[in-house]
């Protein structure tokens, strides 16, 4: 379990979902021609699990100083396990990730594909040692790499498999998984800035900048409620107006997606203890899995 808890298993396993979802729910509801074996699936789904599970690990070993002020009950490095076997396990993890993806990459003789892994690797890492401490950057490149799940696995099953006949399927394809890789990208920003307001005080002591640091609780908490608010009235005009035809997509936009985040826009305003914001973290969790479920449910033209 320690080490379960180590590479944070919740959020690996989403991204497992994320992508067993597209390959195995999303593309066979539509004409697109999947490039990939089974066994090149699989190796997809390993590489990139893996890569999750090494960034959730070298997070932790770089915020040992916060999380012993913002959670002490949970820090793992430095006590369940050394940071020395901590870095050991990320270098395992991180190492096998790329081998599995170079792997892949030459299997559909695309080897230049192998650099996107080496490319999450490094920003990874960046995030953990650098970019995590400076304001809106690192709350930006973490969820860009959220979204980033949802692309790679379409580009590693579309690209390979495009013909001049199929052109048009597959960038249909792309381009609906490109506008869910958006909405993962939007909705986890937010849980970011939330999970800031959570840890003000070690991030504060570590000499971290984030919004409630710079611009007062009161004042982040009120923008990121007009930030989720805003993503509530787009979403909702856009299920109104453009899934008005699928009655499913739109109760399932409605009720799952814009109801809970419209629950959390009007939370936003009120909140300031931590117990509320764990509650709206926990909550824009649940969208981004609805988000993930959705890309096998919700139709739509783009």
């Known amino acids: 379990m320690i080490y379960l808890r180590l590479i944070r298993w919740p959020n690996v396993l989403l991204t497992i979902i994320t992508q067993v979802v597209i390959v195995y729910w999303y593309f066979p509801s539509t004409a697109a021609v999947k490039g990939l074996e089974t066994w090149q699936e699989i190796l997809l789904i ?6 999750t599970a090494s960034g959730n690990v070298i997070n932790d070993i770089y915020d040992v100083a916060t999380d012993v002020i913002n959670k002490p009950d949970q820090v793992i490095v430095g006590k369940s396990i050394t940071e020395k076997r901590a870095f050991t396990i990320y270098i395992f993890l991180t190492s096998t990730a790329i081998a599995c993806g170079f792997i892949l990459a030459n299997s559909i003789q695309k080897p230049s594909l192998a650099g996107l892994f080496i490319g999450v690797a490094f920003l990874l890492y960046t995030y953990a040692t650098t970019l995590k401490s400076i304001l809106i950057v690192g709350n930006i490149v973490i969820s860009f790499l959220v979204g980033s799940v949802v692309l790679i696995t379409a580009l590693f099953e579309l690209f390979p498999a495009v013909t001049a006949l199929n052109r048009a399927t597959q960038l249909s394809a792309l381009q609906h998984l490109a506008v869910f890789a958006l909405f993962a990208f939007l909705v986890n920003l937010l849980r970011e800035w939330i999970k800031d307001c959570q840890d003000v005080k070690g991030d504060h002591a570590s000499g971290r900048s984030s919004l409630p640091i710079v611009l007062g609780n ?3 908490v009120q923008f990121m409620a ?3 608010l805003v993503c509530v009235v787009i979403l909702g005009y856009l299920a109104t107006f453009e899934l008005y035809k699928d009655q499913r997509s739109l109760y399932y936009i409605l009720f799952l997606i814009v109801a809970p985040l419209l629950f959390v826009g009007l939370r936003l305003f009120t909140a300031s203890t ?6 709206l973290s926990l909550v824009c969790k649940l969208v981004l899995l609805f988000g993930v479920l959705g890309m096998g449910i919700i139709k739509f033209e783009v």
């Open 46 to 51: 390993l590489a990139t699990a893996l890569l």
């Open 226 to 228: 007009i930030y989720t």
């Open 218 to 220: 009161k004042r982040a």
């Open 274 to 279: 931590l117990k509320e914001f764990k509650v």
